[in-house]
């Protein structure tokens, strides 16, 4: 692995753990708000993350999540590769501002790249703000090449009037068990390979959301893997986002976008947040027609020759953030 900077005193990969939480949270706010600064929003301030959500993908990306130290021992860069099945893609990944223009950046990547590829997948994808072209640049001399927008939409509901949803929890023991057999056949289904089952599992463990079914008269015909767990430290839960979505088609995609508002309003959660795949293009122009509104974008890149696969029917939306 590409892993020695001599001229920079930067040592690593080694595995990043729940220990290395607060220094991952320091360098990942301090990175962000850099670059906000630097695209013009200087009074952006990114907050830490809540300590629950790094736990989460850390565990998700397994041997995947990798940090740098300095020469004093301090966390000064990390990148959190994730596999999904034949889905590999990397984020959050951060360098500390100090350290920034002297090639940890590409080590970074080329590591996690290294790493995702010995993994043996067919997607290799990551996200970054569209509107940063050096961003852009950077991983386009590094192999990828930019795709598709995620635009982030979020929908304040209503928390009555909502049918009674049907949920992975409330499904207990062999029920349960085949609920998750079903969302991993689902999601196979609509792009060969793709597996969400470790998220699902995940999720339910650490008691971060749950998952919304769509059951049809030949078995599921949709999932919906969300959280509602506040996403930055120390705030309380104000949505749910929705992380995973797999859906059979037009009809299923509409009855999961409505099982899991029902779902937030049974929390007491008024804004449910989406990141729709604008390859999507029929599921976007529903979710805008529903009142949901859009907030952000990313770019979607893929590496050279792992493209995104796009099935021929159904949605299929697999979040690259956590």
Known sequence: MRA??????????????????AGLNRVFAE??????????LVGVRV??????????ALLDAGAGSMLWRDEAGQIAAFNIAHRSGAEGWMGPLAVRPDRQGA???KTLVRTAVDWLLEQRVATLGLETMPRTVENIGFYAR????????TITLTNDIATRGHAAPSLLSQRKGGAGDEAVAAARRLAHELAAGYDFTREILLTAELRLGDASLVDGDDGLNGVVLWHSASLAEGRPKDEVRILKLAARDARAFEAAIAGTEAAA????IRRVAIRCQTRYDEAFRYLVARGYRVRWTDLRMTYEGYPEPHPPRGVLFSNWEI
């Open 4 to 21: 020695w900077l001599p001229e920079q005193q930067v040592y690593g990969p080694e595995p990043a753990t729940e220990r290395d939480v």
């Open 31 to 40: 990175a962000f708000t850099d670059r906000y600064r630097r695209d013009g």
């Open 47 to 56: 907050p830490h993350l809540n300590p629950q959500v790094w736990r989460y």
């Open 103 to 105: 090639g940890v950046g």
């Open 142 to 149: 590094l192999g990828f090449s930019p795709a598709h927008l």
């Open 265 to 268: 309003a049974r929390l007491g």
